[in-house]
């Protein structure tokens, strides 16, 4: 079974302007989430995708991140315009059902650089 | 504001030895916790969930868990150099109508020195 796919793996870019990261979840997995660690902090949520609804976007920083989930499969979530406090690693994951009964399975993550 | 709480290490161990990670958290509505292993560059893996009080054991490693006192270990025996990582402790946590969030520690750093 393949796992949770991201990319790019690394993106640096100026600051203003904008980034898409992919996600593509484990197949069958309708619950997605994107979490994002900067420097010297945890990793936190940012938001949750139930199919292609969004259920949970309280952890979105502000409006310049736009996250999609069209059909309810891969999620790309975009970035505009960049700041330089976006910068850190932004992870995806998925999980068969809400909540972690069965885990929550992690990709890679993408480290984005804004400079 | 629902928090994990972790000793940030770096926690050194000599091969063979026993590594206790140790994550207290905030709320006491979760139910669910988990132990993540991070190697520098990698994805965070889950090597432990557990759900009710006590100890939950898989190989090598014991996950404990005490709701009484928000406290939640990871016990690693027979420590090994690949046993060196980044160990996230997490709790899943339902904030009012929202989802089911993972609410992260910074992680302990774990060096098993051969």
């Known amino acids: 079974e393949a796992g949770v796919t991201q990319f790019p793996s690394h993106s640096v870019i100026e600051k203003g302007q904008t980034v898409t990261l992919r996600c593509d979840p484990i197949?069958?997995?309708?619950?997605l989430y994107w979490y994002r660690r900067v420097m010297g902090k945890e990793i936190k949520f940012l938001l949750h995708?139930?199919?292609?609804?969004?259920?949970?976007e309280s952890g979105m920083p502000n409006n310049r991140f736009l996250a999609e989930r069209t059909g309810g499969t891969y999620s790309t979530l975009k970035v505009q315009p960049a700041e330089l406090e976006d910068s850190g690693v932004y992870f995806c994951?998925?999980?068969?059902?809400?909540?972690?009964?069965?885990?929550?399975?992690f990709g890679s993550g993408t480290r984005l650089t804004v400079v | 504001q629902k928090e994990v709480e972790q000793n940030s290490g770096p926690l050194s161990v000599p091969e063979g030895a026993i590594a206790s990670l140790n994550c207290t958290y905030s709320?006491?509505?979760?139910?669910?916790f988990f132990w993540y292993r991070q190697y520098s560059g990698k994805s965070p893996e889950l090597i432990m969930s557990?759900?009710?009080?006590g100890d939950k054991e898989d190989g090598r490693f014991t996950a404990q868990l005490n709701k009484a006192s928000q406290y939640v270990s990871l016990l690693i025996r027979d420590s090994q150099p690949s046993d060196s990582a980044t160990y996230l402790c997490?709790?899943?946590?339902?904030?009012?109508?929202?989802?089911?969030?993972?609410?992260f520690g910074k992680g302990t750093k774990l060096s098993v020195i051969p």
């Open positions: 995708f139930v199919k292609e609804s969004k259920q949970d």
């Open positions: 197949s069958g997995h309708d619950n």
């Open positions: 709320d006491r509505g979760s139910q669910s």
């Open positions: 997490a709790g899943d946590f339902k904030p009012g109508a929202g989802s089911y969030q993972l609410t």
């Open positions: 994951a998925s999980s068969q059902v809400e909540g972690g009964l069965y885990g929550y399975t």
């Open positions: 557990i759900y009710s009080n």
